[in-house]
């Protein structure tokens, strides 16, 4: 069990596209503080009216964010379908319900992604989000589409969102840090490899003379 006194949760969804330039600092990040800070990742689902309104405006966005970040994947618009008005809750109903079926890693949301953004296939359909799934991963169809479907997992996301925007958070990726001795970090479209770096190296070693000092001289007095 890990005893890390420091925890960093990444909101994200799953058809953004910064969410999806981000996840190679998400993995260093866990790679680097495996034992000293707790990892998890919730769904904020975007607006509605968060969606580009065309399959060309979407293109603009991907071709601008490419012109900023060079070495970030290409992207494709094709998953865009204008008459969703901005529903694609299906791929999240699914990343949400695998987590209770085993899958609680990022590789399920982030074949989703991938399937969608840089293969431009339609996951804002519930079957075709259910077949990229299965077919990737060791998951029964009808399994997964119960536990899709079924209010508890609904319920889990729209808390997750809710809480995404209780932190008054507006942009995907975020990530909030907080540490035991009540310090806390928020970043709002952030995915700066160096700035969340910075930041963790800084809380922990707070953290730690905080806990060096009470082994030193013992704990609070109480009166």
């Given at each position: 069990?890990?005893?890390a006194?420091?925890s960093?949760?990444?909101y994200?969804?799953?058809?953004?596209?910064?969410?999806?330039y981000?996840?190679t600092?998400?993995d260093?990040?866990?790679?680097?503080?495996?034992?000293?800070?707790n990892?998890?990742?919730k769904?904020a689902?975007?607006?509605r009216?968060?969606f580009p309104?065309?399959?060309?405006?979407?293109?603009?966005f991907?071709?601008r964010?490419?012109?900023l970040q060079?070495?970030?994947?290409?992207?494709?618009p094709?998953?865009f379908?204008?008459e969703?008005?901005?529903?694609?809750?299906?791929?999240?109903?699914?990343?949400?319900?695998?987590r209770?079926?085993?899958?609680t890693?990022?590789?399920?949301?982030r074949?989703?992604?991938?399937?969608?953004?840089?293969?431009?296939?339609?996951v804002?359909?519930?079957?075709?989000?259910?077949?990229?799934?299965t077919?990737?991963?060791?998951?029964?169809p009808?399994a997964?589409r119960s536990?899709?479907?079924s209010?508890?997992?609904?319920?889990?996301?729209?808390?997750?969102?809710?809480?995404?925007?209780a932190?008054?958070?507006?942009?995907?990726?975020?990530?909030?840090?907080?540490?035991?001795i009540?310090?806390?970090?928020v970043?709002?479209?952030?995915?700066?490899?160096?700035?969340?770096?910075?930041?963790?190296?800084?809380?922990?070693t707070?953290n730690?003379?905080?806990?060096?000092?009470?082994?030193q001289?013992?704990?609070?007095?109480t009166n």
């Open positions: 069990m890990s005893t006194k420091i960093m949760t990444y994200l969804d799953i058809m953004s596209s910064w969410c999806t981000v996840e600092t998400w260093e990040l866990q790679q680097t503080y495996a034992d000293r800070v990892f998890d990742w769904i689902l975007m607006n009216e968060d309104v065309s399959a060309k405006q979407c293109a603009w991907y071709a964010s490419k012109s060079p070495e970030t994947p290409q992207l494709t094709d998953w379908e204008a969703r008005n901005g529903d694609y809750e299906a791929p999240h109903l699914i990343a949400e319900a695998a209770d079926l085993g899958f890693d990022d590789r399920l949301r074949t989703l992604a991938h399937a969608a953004l840089q293969q431009g296939q339609k804002g359909d519930l079957d075709t989000a259910i077949n990229i799934a077919d990737r991963f060791d998951l029964d009808a997964l536990a899709a479907t209010d508890p997992v609904r319920q889990r996301i729209l808390a997750s969102t809710a809480e995404f925007h932190h008054q958070l507006s942009q995907r990726p975020a990530f909030v840090i907080t540490s035991s009540g310090d806390k970090a970043f709002s479209g952030v995915i700066n490899r160096e700035t969340l770096v910075n930041t963790l190296d800084s809380m922990l707070d730690q003379g905080y806990q060096s000092f009470s082994d001289f013992g704990p609070m007095p």
